[in-house]
């Protein structure tokens, strides 16, 4: 039997970075991750994300923003319009005084870009293709067993395990979700117009099409979320049918767009669990929440919970506290979970008014949109929340350092 002082289950980049985070403590750490490691091979840009200015210091703080920067492409602009009305808004990083609103990272190189920082830390143990054939824990430790009948004692464990976490299920921590009654089609796409660093969404009857700029100016990414009987019609439909289908849903913006790879559709659902911990078990990211991807906030919200919950522990350690402490613990728990659900509700009313056709509510929502356009206070303060640069921040993700303790 193995004792260790926090197992991390789940090495996605949630996991991974609280991994990094926590390392300079010198605490004894296990990264447990059913999957097989990180590597450059798998990355391709079929699965992205948006990273904001809130996760860039963080990883920057860690080490891994440099090689993540590598292979992303930054985005300027963004421009959000209402296929269904005359709504339109548009930000730019030069009126934010930046010279980037956030950044489109593949999925895979973020992981790769943190397990390789990993490797400097003796004290932080990677175990890829690993099965936990059990979990039990008593009022001191939590009893792992994986693999062939190893068992590991734990102080902590921090379930960073996704959306079907296995952890919350077998800690029988209750999760509340609905169906969205989407499916999400993302592809690499060939486009006629160079993307200029621009982000694009715009707001169909049938669900939002976002298209991300990559590293290639004639490629964009694209999450393109709409109803089950339309996803499965479009990817049904050949290639060139496709092609047409997306440019008509683009409105030609970036001219005719060509499939680059075989589109893929994946269902979304929303989940929030009540409760994010039970005894010396605790949740972060996925395995806690997920959310629409229309604002593309899913990855940084998770970032966020890892670097909070990072930043309690280490307080804990440098004054010499138990830091598997139940009101650290639940300080986390009611930190992240008020900001988590701040998002959630505003993506739900965010999707419920713009999936709406009635004529009146696509009037109330264009003059909204453009009236935002209009209002340079207001469009601050949305733009501040995007990039990471308000909320109840971690001190490692705040834009000034800020040293008033959490109560």
């Known amino acids: 039997m193995q004792n260790v002082d926090i197992t991390i289950v789940g090495a996605g980049s949630a996991g991974l970075t609280l991994a990094l985070l ?10 447990l991750e059913q999957g ?3 590597h450059s091979s798998n990355i391709n840009h ?17 080490g891994a923003w440099p090689a993540i ?81 190893q068992l590991l004692l734990s102080r902590l464990l921090v379930g960073a395990d996704g959306v079907n976490s296995m952890v919350r299920t077998t800690m029988q921590l209750p999760l509340t979700h609905w169906d969205y009654e989407q499916q999400a089609i993302v592809a690499t796409i060939n486009i006629a117009v160079p993307h200029n660093n621009t982000a694009r969404q715009v707001f169909l009857p049938s ?40 440019t008509a849903a683009s409105n030609s913006v970036l001219g005719v767009l060509q499939l680059h790879n075989e589109p893929k559709a994946f269902g979304l659902k929303m989940r929030y669990a009540s409760s994010w911990l039970r005894g010396r078990v605790v949740l972060v990211a996925d395995a806690a929440h997920s959310i629409h991807p229309l604002a593309g906030q899913g990855m940084n919200l998770g970032l966020m919970d890892v670097a909070a919950l990072a930043e309690l522990i ?13 009101r ?27 999936s709406n056709s ?19 206070w207001l469009k601050a303060q949305i733009i501040a929340a995007a990039l990471g640069n308000s909320g109840d921040l971690p001190k490692l993700a705040q834009p000034q350092a800020k040293t008033a303790r959490r109560a």
């Open 22 to 31: 926590l390392a300079p403590l010198g605490l004894s750490i296990v990264v």
């Open 69 to 149: 920067a590598a292979t992303a492409q930054s985005y300027n602009r963004m421009q959000v319009w209402d296929a269904d009305s005359f709504a339109r808004i548009e930000f730019d990083a030069k009126a934010e005084r930046l010279s980037e609103l956030g950044w489109i990272c593949d999925n895979e190189q973020v992981r790769v870009a943190l397990y390789q920082q990993l490797q400097q830390h003796s004290n932080v143990r990677l175990e890829f293709n690993c099965t936990i054939n059990s979990l039990a824990q008593s009022e001191r430790d939590v009893l792992i067993n994986i693999n062939q009948q």
């Open 46 to 62: 079929q699965r992205v994300s948006a990273l904001n200015l809130a996760s860039m210091r963080v990883l920057s703080h860690i």
């Open 36 to 38: 097989s490691a990180p």
């Open 314 to 326: 280490s307080e804990y350690v440098n004054d010499n506290k138990d830091f598997t402490d139940n």
């Open 358 to 376: 009635q004529p009146l509510l696509k009037l109330v929502r264009a003059v909204g949109m453009s009236g935002i356009n209009q209002l340079p």
């Open 207 to 246: 669900g939002p099409l976002a298209l991300l700029p990559l590293p290639d100016p004639q490629q964009c990414s694209i999450v393109w979320s709409c109803n089950p009987e339309r996803a499965a019609q479009l990817l049904a439909m050949p290639a060139q049918e496709f092609n047409q289908a997306l």
């Open 328 to 354: 650290l613990l639940r300080r986390y728990e009611r930190w992240r979970k008020a900001e988590a659900q701040t998002l959630i509700t505003a993506m739900e009313a965010f999707k419920r008014g713009f």
